[in-house]
């Protein structure tokens, strides 16, 4: 009688067990490099760039206010994988080594049964762990041709153009994977990260188009002391040869890329690069005539590079549809931050500006998120890893700093967080941006330079939406900047961040 109870029992617990897995969602992640919000369709780009996003957008939820708590690759995607602030998983920067023996949600979900995969960039100066599966780019990777590190730690070039083969080797996984289990695969996309460099077949593709400057391209960066001093300007910074492929500019270091490129790619580039270079040698441009050139061909190979990630979104989310994935699979697009199209004559991110801090989200998630969703409750990446265990049935350690964001799914008007945290902290670095903190709330924006240089910065986003009037000493807005500062050093508090609240001392 025992024996049969519990043999009862056993069958009763594992059927409850099979339900609950078959009823967890799929999770897949496809996580781009230095996307621009302002470039994809569903935010209200007319340039066609992205089809297949807009269509993913169309069946999902399209979030305004997702930022980013520090604007940089690698500490960006350290952040996604803990569910905390960089100065607490200790990816600060991207000198740093991320140290993966830690507490990240992928180990959680491998050990309730999910299978687990990353593939593509990784950029974290360490191996995965807590993954089934992972196949990564050594560093930033390369467009043509690509090296990968496998689980084996050998490294092995793949003919293809990266974001292509980036998507095979995550499809032939899904293809392959254990169908009785839920998965979570991240997909890394290289595309679009500096330098821009398009598939064959996308060679030329805006070369009709002539992209407005944007309204503060020739910014003077008055009472802006931090982006005066930035060295990432269209004119100042971006280079001819390194960054344009013009072969007859000292540093052309882009062209050390066509040594990875097999003869046809090489003959197809070449074709279509020399043309390029030979009409503008022809014009002798200089001054605004020359910045105003480099921003055309800036945009054109931009754009250019996006068009093979939006085809492979589209690959991703036929093969969900094909294999009758669709309806139990959350999808999440996004970037691991935003990016300057020329805004402030800038290209790159790092800034707690809009254009960098400000990241693209849009996650379709059938039976949870109706079709069509437009959502103006701010999110943070700090956000994701609570957001995946909460949908997976998993709980969520206290540790976490960030908030889940399946009561949004439910109700789209709920809302789970009053304001965004900011940090970055790589000065000296690329760029010479220095470190700064802040916090964005739905209005206001409030900045502290810290260390090098040490001022404030305040915007009225409502009134000035470009961030080109700073705000801070102003006599109307001091009761405004009083609790800006409150509630900043509140969050200061309640992240543990000690190097802010040191520097949030000296007013």
């Given at each position: ?130 993954f089934d599966y992972w196949n990564i780019l050594p560093g930033q990777g390369q467009y043509y041709n690509p090296s990968f590190i496998s689980m084996k730690g050998d490294t092995s070039r793949i003919e293809g153009y990266g974001t292509d083969?980036i998507t095979d080797l995550a499809l032939k996984w899904l293809s392959n994977r254990d169908q009785a289990k839920p998965f979570f695969v991240v997909v890394g996309e290289k595309a679009p990260h500096r330098t821009w460099m398009p598939d ?308």
């Amino acid at each position: 009688m025992k024996k049969t109870a519990f043999l009862i029992i056993t069958l009763v617990l594992g059927l409850n067990v099979f339900a609950q897995q078959k009823n967890r969602p799929n999770i897949i992640v496809i996580l781009t490099d230095d996307h621009a919000v302002q470039s994809i369709g569903a935010y209200g780009s007319k340039m066609g760039a992205t089809p297949n996003l807009d269509r993913l957008a169309k069946q999902g939820a399209v979030f305004n206010k997702a930022f980013v708590a520090n604007s940089i690759c690698g500490p960006s995607r350290a952040i996604l994988l803990t569910g905390k602030y960089s100065h607490i998983n200790g990816f600060k920067d991207n000198h740093d080594k991320f140290d993966v023996s830690q507490d990240i949600f992928p180990k959680r979900l491998q050990a309730s049964g999910f299978q687990t995969a990353w593939v593509g960039k990784w950029h974290l100066l360490s191996y995965p762990q807590g993954f089934d599966y992972w196949n990564i780019l050594p560093g930033q990777g390369q467009y043509y041709n690509p090296s990968f590190i496998s689980m084996k730690g050998d490294t092995s070039r793949i003919e293809g153009y990266g974001t292509d083969v980036i998507t095979d080797l995550a499809l032939k996984w899904l293809s392959n994977r254990d169908q009785a289990k839920p998965f979570f695969v991240v997909v890394g996309e290289k595309a679009p990260h500096r330098t821009w460099m398009p598939d064959i077949q996308d060679l030329g593709k805006f070369d009709d188009v002539t992209f407005p400057l944007p309204s503060n391209f020739y910014d003077n960066y008055d009472k802006r002391l931090a982006a005066a001093m930035q060295d990432m300007s269209v004119e100042k910074t971006m280079k001819l040869g390194y960054d344009l492929k013009m072969k007859s500019d000292p540093d052309n270091l882009a062209q050390a890329f066509l040594a990875r490129m097999n003869p046809v790619q090489k003959q197809a580039w070449s074709n279509y690069y020399d043309r390029i270079e030979e009409d503008f040698l022809t014009r002798k441009l200089s001054g605004r005539a020359l910045t105003e050139w480099k921003f055309q061909r800036y945009m054109r190979d931009y754009y250019s590079t996006t068009l093979s990630l939006d085809r492979n979104i589209g690959r991703i989310l036929d093969y969900l549809d094909n294999n009758n994935l669709t309806k139990n699979t959350m999808v999440v697009y996004t970037s691991d931050q935003g990016f300057y199209l020329g805004e402030h004559g800038w290209f790159d991110k790092r800034f707690m500006y809009e254009e960098s801090m400000r990241t693209p989200l849009i996650i379709r998630y059938p039976g949870f998120i109706k079709s069509g969703i437009v959502s103006d409750q701010m999110v943070s990446n700090v956000d994701f890893a609570p957001t995946f265990l909460d949908a997976a049935g998993v709980s969520i350690p206290k540790e976490i700093q960030g908030r889940s964001m399946m009561p949004l799914f439910k109700n789209p008007k709920a809302s789970i967080r009053r304001s965004a945290y900011y940090h970055f902290y790589e000065y000296p670095g690329e760029h010479s941006v220095l470190k700064h903190f802040g916090i964005r709330t739905r209005r206001y924006k409030l900045i502290r330079f810290y260390d090098h240089r040490n001022f404030w910065e305040l915007y009225d986003l409502q009134t000035d939406p470009n961030e080109m009037n700073n705000l801070y000493g102003e006599k109307e807005y001091q009761s405004i900047t009083v609790d800006l500062k409150k509630q900043l050093r509140q969050l200061c508090v309640d992240n543990k961040d000690i190097e802010a609240l040191k520097w949030l001392q000296d007013n």
